[in-house]
């Protein structure tokens, strides 16, 4: 059984440009869900996708936005980058739209910076 | 709002000895709860999650949960240099819903040996 996998790792932008996460979710969880950690801070959610439709999100602005695909694999996009975007983002995939009910595991992430 | 408060260290502990983690919550609405382990650079690992009243024990660990006082704790027994990590205090607000985790900041713990 692999576990989620997320690339690239590392991704250093410029201020202002658009950058696409990508995440495959664990084998047979059909839920995926994204947060955004940065430097010594707890992760925050940003949004999640169940059955390729967003059905819950965080308090992030419109320029983060994602995709669910049929195999449930995902994107996180983010548009006009600004410096703050800098942290670690993280794709976490469940059995069930609860995260109540299916424990988050997490991928390892990637790591973004923006200069 | 959602708030989950925890002290963010660092705590140090003998190696051997109990660590104890605390964290609280402001809502009472709050129905799941979770302990992850991060290690520095690298991403949360899920240690346990507690729905009820009381202690969840699994090996080392022991959870509890207080939700007329709206705290959660966790608890290290024989503590090991390789516990040293943030641990990370998280909660859901319905089991049902798709409103995600909500985390605290997290607390630094260091295994003296």
């Known amino acids: 059984e692999t576990g989620v996998t997320q690339s690239p790792t590392h991704l250093i932008k410029t201020r202002g440009q658009q950058v696409t996460l990508r995440c495959s979710s664990q084998?047979?969880?059909?839920?995926v869900s994204w947060y955004q950690q940065a430097l010594g801070q707890g992760p925050q959610f940003i949004f999640q996708y169940y059955r390729e439709e967003e059905n819950g999100r965080g308090n992030f602005p419109p320029r983060f936005s994602g995709l669910q695909f049929p195999n449930y694999s995902s994107e996180l996009n983010v548009n006009a980058l600004e410096l703050d975007d800098s942290a670690l983002y993280l794709c976490?995939?469940?059995?069930?739209?609860?995260?109540?009910?299916?424990?988050?595991?997490f991928g390892n992430g990637t790591r973004l910076t923006v200069t | 709002q959602k708030e989950v408060e925890q002290n963010s260290g660092p705590l140090s502990v003998p190696e051997g000895a109990i660590a104890s983690l605390n964290c609280t919550y402001s809502?009472?609405?709050?129905?799941?709860f979770f302990w992850y382990r991060q290690y520095s650079g690298k991403s949360p690992e899920l240690i346990m999650f507690i729905y009820s009243n009381g202690d969840k024990e699994d090996g080392r660990f022991t959870a509890q949960l207080n939700k007329a006082s709206q705290y959660v704790s966790l608890l290290i027994r024989d503590s090991q240099p390789s516990d040293s990590a943030t641990y990370l205090c998280?909660?859901?607000?319905?089991?049902?819903?798709?409103?995600?985790?909500?985390f605290g900041k997290g607390t630094h713990l260091i295994i003296q040996p």
């Open positions: 998280a909660l859901t607000y319905s089991g049902g819903g798709a409103d995600g985790l909500t």
């Open positions: 976490a995939s469940s059995l069930s739209q609860g995260a109540g009910n299916s424990p988050l595991h």
């Open positions: 809502d009472r609405g709050s129905q799941s």
């Open positions: 084998s047979g969880h059909n839920t």
